[in-house]
């Protein structure tokens, strides 16, 4: 049976990886973004998944644009949170703005997510759900108290959603990244960087395919038993 899969953020970075492995996997897969279109179009051309654009902070373009997914593709069994943003700046320079948006989008698009697709994936029985966490989100990063907050926020989210979908088949599980080589680690000031990278035990960063292995993994009908996990996948930085 083919299953349909919604990677947010699906068109660039971890999610671009992800939507491709899920692709192989055999899901029909869409791929969501909210607003670079050269990009996701370069992506559907390139890979022939298709994408949808739609802000997944905005609670009614995100049912909106849910739907519309599954009018095309079909009813939706497996949602990958992956869509996320940074405002870094320390807490004396942070604006309310930075925070909010950061909170909106990178929480607040797991929440308006699952209520478009957790309804249906119990109603049926089976559901994947798998949320970008991040390493920043376990241990804090200094400059980063709306990622850190909001990232932590997804980590708590999963554990209690995912004990609400476990007797209707519904997995929920998180993936907390270290720190991989796309725009938005590349972004970090050079200098800063090159201090983390010293910390990361296997000596470099890592690549948005490992993460999505991972996904892969927890989205497979093997992972059933597999609910309210993290899997952290950054390179020895940070163990507990
Ligand atoms: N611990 C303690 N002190 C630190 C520090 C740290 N980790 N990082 C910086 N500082 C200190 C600096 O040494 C400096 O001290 P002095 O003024 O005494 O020299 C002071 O803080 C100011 O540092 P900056 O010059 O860097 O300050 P800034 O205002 O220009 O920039 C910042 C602050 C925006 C937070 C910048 O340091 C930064 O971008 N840091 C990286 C944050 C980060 O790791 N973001 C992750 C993005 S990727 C991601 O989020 C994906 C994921 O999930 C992993």
Redesign the pocket.
């Given at each position: 049976m083919t299953r349909v899969a919604i990677v947010t953020g699906g068109t660039r970075g971890i999610g671009e990886a992800i939507s491709l492995a899920l692709k192989e996997l055999g899901y029909t897969v869409a791929a969501n973004y909210g607003g670079n279109d050269a990009k996701a179009q370069a992506f559907t051309d390139a890979t022939g998944i298709p994408s949808y654009k739609w802000d997944v902070g905005d609670y009614e373009a995100t049912l909106a644009g849910c739907a519309k997914v599954a009018e095309d593709l079909g009813p939706v069994d497996v949602v990958v949170n992956n869509a996320?943003i940074?405002r870094?700046?320390?807490l004396q320079?942070m604006s309310f703005e930075d925070w909010n948006e950061v909170m909106r989008i990178n929480l607040g698009g797991c929440f308006n997510m699952a209520k478009a697709t957790f309804p249906g994936m119990r109603e049926r029985g089976w559901g994947r759900i798998v949320n970008i966490g991040?390493?920043?989100?376990q241990a804090g990063?200094?400059?980063?108290v709306n990622?850190a907050a909001a990232?932590s926020g997804i980590h708590g989210f999963t554990k209690a959603l995912a004990q609400e979908g476990a007797k209707y088949g519904v997995t929920v599980n998180a993936i907390a990244?270290?720190?991989?080589d796309t725009e938005?680690?590349a972004?970090?000031?050079a200098p800063?960087?090159e201090?983390?990278v010293a910390k990361i035990p296997v000596g470099r960063l890592g690549h948005a395919e490992e993460i999505a292995r991972g996904v892969a993994f927890l989205c497979s009908e093997e992972a059933g038993f597999v609910t309210g996990s993290t899997m952290s996948i950054n390179g020895g930085q940070h163990m507990y």
């Open positions: 996320g940074t870094d700046g320390v320079r991040s390493i920043n989100g990063q200094y400059g980063q990622y990232k990244p270290g720190y991989i938005m680690v972004a970090v000031p800063v960087l201090k983390i």
